[in-house]
T-cell receptor
């Protein structure tokens, strides 16, 4: 168990809908990262938050947004869902510091039908 | 920009034989290099990292990795493979500043009995 909790584990929704994925980082970790893993795109970095502030942005679509709350949990919001958004979404957390490893949650498998 | 290349989609090895999973990287500044393993329907698990110091890094489950600055490589190795090592292996790199892990496309390791 990495200590990073993601909910829900599975999500099935229809095209055009909006969903929210939730992540609770390891105790003491201030950084949260979101990644998307799909068969054709591999593991893609979406966005990073540190202590509530956005720190780095990757290949995140405009239909997607995220935030980190004062209690450090994070949510990834996906809207106007398309079939191609079906993927495994991972949250990871780490302490601040160069070269510190990130610990990953079990992921949320999103299926858009 | 950071990038990681894992040239082999799959590596096949017999149980008991040594294994190598290859990784090369590109980054500005000093690299921080990581290996992660992913079992089916699971999140990524941290195996080992190179920050500085000894070029041979030892990690979990008997794995080690060799950092070679001149060849910009960070190959994962294990002296004697186990069937239970069969999984998807990811190499990742970050550099100075707030961490943003960039992952390779992954290498599937299959260890046959």
């Amino acid at each position: 168990d990495s200590g990073v909790t993601q909910t829900p584990k599975h999500l099935i929704t229809a095209t055009g809908q909006r969903v929210t994925l939730r992540c609770s980082p390891r105790s003491g970790d201030l950084s949260v990262y979101w990644y998307q893993q799909s068969l054709d795109q591999g593991l893609q970095f979406l966005i990073q938050y540190y202590n509530g502030e956005e720190r780095a942005k990757g290949n995140i679509l405009e239909r997607f947004s995220a935030q980190q709350f004062p209690d450090l949990h994070s949510e990834l919001n996906l809207s106007s869902l398309e079939l191609g958004d079906s993927a495994l979404y991972f949250c990871a957390s780490s302490v601040l510091g160069q070269g510190t490893e990130a610990f990953f949650g079990q992921g949320t498998r999103l299926t858009v039908v | 920009a950071q990038s990681v290349a894992q040239p082999e989609d799959q590596v096949n090895v017999a149980e008991g034989n040594p294994l190598t999973v290859k990784c090369t990287y590109s980054v500005s500044g000093n690299p921080y290099l990581f290996w992660y393993v992913q079992y089916p329907n699971r999140g990524l698990q941290f195996l080992l990292k190179y920050i500085t110091g000894d070029n041979l890094v030892k990690g979990s489950y008997g794995f080690e990795a060799e950092f070679n600055k001149s060849q910009t490589s960070f190959h994962l190795k294990k002296p004697s493979a186990l069937v239970s090592d069969s999984a998807l292996y990811f190499c990742a790199v970050s550099s100075t500043g707030f961490q943003k892990l960039v992952f390779g496309t992954g290498t599937r390791l299959l260890v046959s009995p």
